[in-house]
């Protein structure tokens, strides 16, 4: 069966989320941890591009790391919170058909 897989968009996923990455490990999910490109040296909105790409990356792959895509999102604190919710509602993912692609 594939697996559930989150990816983190933030540095401490444990204090904003309350289950630690090895937690999530040891009940069978995944985790990918993503670095994306800051101000003031990258301006708005690279980093949310950075972040859509990732996941479309990640989902892209899901046969061949045996990850259940229709279970597959984004988490994260502070400025990662932002981005998730940027995410959520941008045209691609909105779209329940083309998430699962």
Aim: charged share 25%.
């Amino acid at each position: 069966m594939p697996k559930r897989r989150t990816y983190n968009q933030s540095d401490a996923p444990y204090r904003t989320v309350g289950i630690p990455p090895f937690r999530r490990l040891a009940a069978g999910g995944s985790v990918a941890a993503i670095e994306y490109r800051l101000v003031p040296e990258y301006p708005l909105p690279t980093a949310h591009h950075d972040s859509l790409q990732a996941l479309q990356f990640i989902r892209s792959k899901a046969t061949e790391w045996n990850i259940d895509k229709k279970h597959t999102g984004p988490f994260g604190g502070s400025a990662g919170a932002q981005i998730c919710m940027w995410l959520a509602f941008h045209d691609e993912m909105a779209d329940r058909r083309a998430a699962i692609r």
